[in-house]
């Protein structure tokens, strides 16, 4: 049984460029919810997406912005990159019945900005 | 963004050593989590916590939501070389939506 699927692992961008990062939920799983992790700080929620539409979010601009699709995967989209969005991007899925049901994290996506 | 206050932020130990780090708030949380990662990982849960003054335990693992649920700790007893990591509380409001992490505790196991 697949856990959370995110690509790319790596990803090198240039400042003012824009970025996806994709997310397959764990099999089951019908809730995504995407987090920042900057160098040595733990996880920053971005938002979460249930039912395609945008549930929940942190305190984060609007260049930040996602999308869910029927098969529940999701994508986080990052425009007019900043050198200070450099961080570990990771993807969590878990039950809308609760997070008692499990909430799984993925590997993440590690994006650099130049 | 807003952060708990966990620590301490880093232990350097003794293999066979108990470990004992904690997470405080000023809010009340509903849930408490613990989490490890690994260099180039995601966070993987270890204990989850669902109720005030619960201890539950996971192998050499313990870990107790606080009476006030504004604090957990976290205990490793007898601690081995693959216990080195960053360990992680989270506290959730709800029971959906955003995990509030701590800084992280960053564990070396000396062998």
């Known amino acids: 049984d697949a856990g959370v699927t995110q690509s790319p692992t790596h990803l090198i961008k240039t400042r003012g460029q824009q970025v996806t990062l994709r997310c397959s939920p764990k099999?089951?799983?019908?809730?995504v919810s995407w987090y920042q992790q900057a160098l040595g700080q733990g996880p920053q929620f971005i938002f979460q997406?249930?039912?395609?539409?945008?549930?929940q979010r942190g305190n984060f601009p609007d260049r930040f912005s996602g999308h869910q699709f029927p098969n529940y995967s999701s994508e986080l989209n990052v425009n007019a990159l900043l050198l200070g969005d450099s961080a570990l991007y990771l993807c969590?899925?878990?039950?809308?019945?609760?997070?008692?049901?499990?909430?799984?994290f993925g590997s993440g996506t590690r994006l650099t900005v130049v | 963004g807003q952060q708990l206050n966990q620590s301490p932020q880093s232990m350097f130990i003794q293999e066979g050593e108990d470990v004992s780090m904690n997470c405080t708030s000023s809010?009340?949380?509903?849930?408490w989590l613990w989490y490890k990662q690994d260099p180039g990982e995601g966070p993987v849960l270890l204990i989850a916590?669902?109720?005030?003054?619960e201890l539950t335990s996971n192998g050499r693992l313990t870990a107790q939501f606080g009476i006030t649920r504004k604090d957990s700790f976290l205990n490793i007893s007898a601690s081995i070389p693959s216990d080195v990591g960053i360990y992680f509380c989270?506290?959730?409001?709800?029971?959906?939506?955003?995990?509030?992490f701590g800084k992280g505790t960053k564990l070396s196991v000396k062998p």
């Open positions: 969590a899925s878990s039950l809308d019945r609760g997070i008692d049901y499990g909430y799984t």
């Open positions: 099999s089951g799983h019908d809730t």
């Open positions: 997406y249930y039912e395609e539409e945008e549930r």
């Open positions: 809010s009340i949380f509903n849930t």
């Open positions: 916590l669902y109720k005030a003054g």
């Open positions: 989270a506290g959730l409001r709800g029971s959906q939506g955003n995990l509030i």
